[in-house]
T-cell receptor, first 116, second 113 residues
Framework: EPEVTQTPSHQVTQMGQEVILRCVPI?????FYWYRQILGQKVEFLVSFYNNEISEKSEIFDDQFSVERPDGSNFTLKIRSTKLEDSAMYFC??????????????FGEGSWLTVV | AQSVTQLGSHVSVSEGALVLLRCNYS??????LFWYVQYPNQGLQLLLKYTSAATLVKGINGFEAEFKKSETSFHLTKPSAHMSDAAEYFC???????????FGTGTRLTVIP
C-alpha cells in the first residue's frame, strides 16, 4: 500500500541551527501538509501546499518556517533558526484532492525533532 | 471556529470489553469527521471517516463511530477490545470547505489482559 515516508525519524539539533525535514508524499497525491505535535499536546496544522505554493498556513507557521518541493517527489520543511519550543513530532501528510467530502489525508510516521 | 474535544486522555478496558472513546466537536459549518489511530512508533492511520453519508460509519479493525448532530458527537466504539487495539486514538474535524484537519488531544487506550 502506498505510504508517506519521512526522514529522519529522529533528529537532535542545537538551538539556533537550521533543520530540514524531508518527506516523500504518495506519488499521485497533489496536496501536501505539515503538522506537528508537541509532547502531550494535540496535533496541530502548520501548512498545506498545492501546485507549488502554500495554500493555507496556521499562525504557528511564521517566518522561520518554509516549505519546498525541490523535485517531483520530495516535500521539505525547513526551520531556519530552531528554538527550544520547536521540539516536537513533525508529521508530513498528503492527499489526492483538496476540499472534497471524501478526501482523506494520509500521514507519515513522523520526524521527532529535539532542540537542545 | 472549529475544535475537537476528546473526553479522557487515558482509557483502560479489559480484553473483550466494550471500547468507547468520546469525541465532541464544534464547527461553524457542516463538518467531516475522522478517527485516526497511532500505534507505538508509527504514524497516524485512518480508522474511519464521516462525510455526510450514513451517520453510522464502519472502519477498520472492527471499529465504528456514529455521527450525532444533536449531540455534536462522533464517539468511537468497538464491541470487544483486543490487545492489539492498544494505541493512541485521535478524533479530527475538517470543516466543510477547508482543507486541513483540527485534531483533539488524543486518548490513549490500554487493554488489560
Amino acid at each position: 500500500e502506498p505510504e508517506v515516508t519521512q526522514t529522519p525519524s529522529h533528529q537532535v539539533t542545537q538551538m539556533g541551527q537550521e533543520v530540514i525535514l524531508r518527506c516523500v508524499p504518495i506519488s499521485n497525491h497533489l496536496y501536501f501538509y505539515w503538522y506537528r505535535q508537541i509532547l502531550g499536546q494535540k496535533v496541530e496544522f502548520l501548512v498545506s501546499f498545492y501546485n507549488n505554493e502554500i495554500s493555507e498556513k496556521s499562525e504557528i507557521f511564521d517566518d522561520q518556517f518554509s516549505v519546498e518541493r525541490p523535485d517531483g517527489s520530495n516535500f521539505t520543511l525547513k526551520i531556519r533558526s530552531t528554538k527550544l519550543e520547536d521540539s516536537a513530532m513533525y508529521f508530513c501528510a498528503s492527499s489526492e484532492a483538496g476540499r472534497v467530502a471524501g478526501n482523506t489525508i494520509y500521514f507519515g510516521e513522523g520526524s521527532w525533532l529535539t532542540v537542545v | 471556529a472549529q475544535s475537537v474535544t476528546q473526553l479522557g486522555s487515558h482509557v483502560s478496558v479489559s480484553e473483550g470489553a466494550l471500547v468507547l472513546l468520546r469525541c465532541n466537536y464544534s464547527s461553524s459549518v457542516p463538518p467531516y469527521l475522522f478517527w485516526y489511530v497511532q500505534y507505538p512508533n508509527q504514524g497516524l492511520q485512518l480508522l474511519l471517516k464521516y462525510t455526510s453519508a450514513a451517520t453510522l460509519v464502519k472502519g477498520i479493525n472492527g471499529f465504528e463511530a456514529e455521527f450525532k448532530k444533536s449531540e455534536t458527537s462522533f464517539h468511537l466504539t468497538k464491541p470487544s477490545a483486543h490487545m492489539s487495539d492498544a494505541a493512541e486514538y485521535f478524533c479530527a474535524v475538517r470543516p466543510g470547505g477547508a482543507n486541513n484537519l483540527f485534531f483533539g488531544t488524543g486518548t490513549r487506550l490500554t487493554v488489560i489482559p
